[in-house]
């Protein structure tokens, strides 16, 4: 079986199959579409991120899609998550050179995900993230 025919309860399958179709990754697609390619050529650092990062992201999922493009053009990769597991090291693998959960604390998803607390959660985390990349030497 083709990779990704399985995918989506057997619609890459039915596909293949019957109407002659070619199964293409969404990553390849999404990252055409929004020119993330000439973007990649001049950055030194790209984030990405998703709601939970873990061994599943490392599979293909957007992030690491996206950490593979910024490779090929020697940028540093950040990633950021609402929730991060254990099994999320497989991201540093797969081209993701840090990545960070952004709750603060023990909560229910309802409150992680009311908009004011994902927020501040956001902008807490890639504050402290960004200090600690504009340490010099000197600074400890």
């Given at each position: 079986m083709e990779e990704g025919a399985g995918a989506a309860g057997g619609l890459g399958f039915a596909l293949l199959s019957y109407l002659d179709a070619v199964l293409e990754p969404g990553i390849s697609l999404v990252l055409d579409i929004l020119g993330l390619e000439e973007a990649f050529r001049t950055?030194?650092?790209?984030?990405?991120?998703?709601?939970?990062?873990?061994?599943?992201?490392?599979?293909?999922?957007?992030?690491?899609?996206?950490?593979?493009?910024?490779?090929?053009?020697?940028?540093?990769?950040?990633?950021?998550?609402?929730?991060?597991?254990?099994?999320?090291?497989?991201?540093?693998?797969?081209?993701?050179?840090?990545?960070?959960?952004?709750v603060r604390g023990v909560t229910t998803l309802d409150e992680?995900?009311?908009?004011?607390?994902?927020?501040?959660?956001m902008e807490d985390t890639a504050e402290q993230v960004f200090r600690a990349l504009s340490m010099k030497k000197t600074d400890f």
């Open positions: 950055a030194d650092l790209v984030i990405t991120g998703e709601g939970r990062m873990d061994a599943q992201t490392a599979m293909g999922k957007v992030p690491v899609g996206i950490a593979k493009l910024a490779k090929k053009y020697g940028c540093g990769v950040l990633a950021f998550a609402g929730g991060v597991t254990r099994d999320a090291t497989a991201c540093n693998e797969a081209g993701i050179d840090a990545f960070f959960p952004i992680a995900m009311r908009k004011e607390n994902a927020e501040a959660n």
